[in-house]
Nanobody, 124 residues
Framework: QVQLVESGGRLVQAGGSLRLSCAAS????????VGWFRQAPGKEREFVVT????????YYADSVKGRFTISRDNAKNTVYLQMNNLKPEDAATYYC?????????????????WGQGTQVTVSS
């Protein structure tokens, strides 16, 4: 089974940028659709964005559309999340997840494989 490791989270000022990485080991990541989710303290985990196997199609939550960009490099078995114009409400632990589904999965229950998360803190 695929194993996922996120990195890149840190403290950043509001308006700043971060790039998160999700590196996979085991089966090639190109076999999976990948999504990013986030969970803030005291809140439920929420969908952020998902990308198809080839990277041709993406689907974003309205809250991040226009500010976040997902991409993938299947040769490096890695998916990236570029986050620009960060807001305090973006602060959360960010998780990447993989699924064998072909549809644009936005429900965390549709993802079988999860990383351990990386924390993003945004100061106002």
């Amino acid at each position: 089974q695929v194993q996922l490791v996120e990195s890149g989270g840190r403290l950043v000022q509001a308006g700043g940028s971060l790039r998160l990485s999700c590196a996979a080991s085991g089966p090639t990541l190109s076999n999976y659709r990948v999504g990013w989710f986030r969970q803030a303290p005291g809140k439920e985990r929420e969908f952020v964005v998902t990308i198809s196997r080839t990277g041709r199609t993406t689907y974003y939550a309205d809250s991040v559309k226009g500010r976040f960009t997902i991409s993938r490099d299947n040769a490096k078995n890695t998916v990236y999340l570029q986050m620009n114009n960060l807001k305090p409400e973006d602060a959360a632990t960010y998780y990447c997840a993989a699924t064998g589904l072909y549809t644009a999965a936005v429900d965390d229950g549709e993802y079988a494989y999860w990383g351990q998360g990386t924390q993003v803190t945004v100061s106002s």
